[in-house]
């Protein structure tokens, strides 16, 4: 594919715009980030009858107050003849989460709602051992993925390890990953903002994982097509390393570019046809896709170059090139 204009000439630049993309996407989505309930403590309750939802949320509120639990989250709906209770606030242990179950509803009692534990119809905790687990879960799977991306990229390139050293492509892979993870989760933080509804979950999580062996793969076609050029360059007394990169980078654009159309029309498909949770694994892998192949192509190859030393000893010729 012929190069309409330059990427590695201007590295630092595409570097530094993908540093300010970042920190944007960072903001946007911790701002708006929100748990759900598999990260989180909860204790929902379905009750027979519609009660005051006012009355009811009121009560409840007053109740966490004098109980010393601040910042309460309660939601209330009345769904065919039942009242649904959906109760957050900040607990630490399982033992203190069954108290407080058991005082709801005696505060339910108590307060004339119900009269009595028989018209609890169902309720369900989330315990706080539990959430600790799949945050604790989470994080490690999101860790470990990006350690062995970065252990299998230092021996898969071992052979070039006199023009490029292992340790920056591995270098390169975490930078590239946590790139990858956190900038497309700004759509995701805005979708939180706007539909209260929406919040990070285990969807999100193998959404994140799905994209991180998607990116890695386009950055490893990239790689090893600036491998077989360096092994094609060897012999020779003196290399363009930003030469050999830019090739590279072109070389592979057109198969980038059709991977990236194939896979948005089939997740286009998902988001329209099929049901809710799939359509937020497509939101979440469709966003992914598009900034993973950013990264692979304009934050890569171009960190690589810098890390390497190259971008100030070959600058001049680099200019020269057409």
């Known amino acids: 594919m012929k190069a309409p204009f330059s990427i590695i000439k201007r590295s630092y630049t595409r570097v530094g715009i993908g ?3 970042l920190i944007v996407a960072l903001f946007l989505f911790f701002s708006n980030a ?5 990260f ?4 929902k309750i379905t009750i027979a009858g519609t009660l005051d939802e006012t009355a009811v949320k009121s009560d409840i509120v007053t109740f966490f107050k004098d109980k010393g639990y601040p910042g ?5 709906q009345l769904e065919q003849g039942t009242t649904k209770l959906s109760l957050r606030t900040q607990v630490e242990t399982d033992e203190k989460v069954a108290i407080l179950s058991k005082d709801i509803q005696s505060l339910l009692i108590d307060k004339g709602y119900i009269q009595s534990t028989n018209e609890v119809i169902e309720q369900s905790v989330t315990w706080p051992s539990v959430w600790a687990y799949m ?3 989470a994080k490690n799977a999101l860790v470990v993925g990006i350690i062995l991306m970065a252990i299998y990229m230092m021996f898969s390139f071992a052979g070039i390890r006199k023009e490029i050293s292992p340790s920056i492509l591995a270098a390169v892979v975490v930078g590239t990953m946590i790139f990858d993870v956190a900038v497309p989760a700004w759509a995701y933080g805005v979708w939180m903002m706007l539909d209260k509804t929406m919040a990070v979950n285990t969807v999100f999580i193998i959404a994140v994982l799905t994209n991180m062996w998607y990116s890695i793969n386009d950055t490893i076609i990239i790689f090893d097509r600036i491998r077989e050029n360096i092994k094609n360059k060897a012999g020779q007394k003196w290399i363009l390393f930003g030469k050999i990169f830019e090739d590279s980078l072109w070389q ?14 089939v997740i286009v498909a998902m988001f329209i046809l099929w049901t809710w949770a799939i359509r937020e694994f497509a939101f979440t892998i469709w966003m992914w896709i598009i900034f993973g192949s950013y990264s692979s192509i304009f934050i890569s190859a171009p960190l690589t170059y810098i890390l390497l030393g190259k971008y100030r000893k070959e600058r001049k010729e680099m200019l020269a090139q057409k």
């Open 40 to 43: 989180t403590w909860w204790v």
């Open 135 to 137: 945050q604790k879960s």
């Open 72 to 76: 309460s989250e309660i939601a209330i």
């Open 252 to 265: 592979t654009m057109r198969r980038s570019l059709g991977t990236v159309f194939a896979v948005f029309v």
């Open 19 to 21: 540093v300010v993309v």
């Open 34 to 38: 929100r748990f759900s309930e598999e």
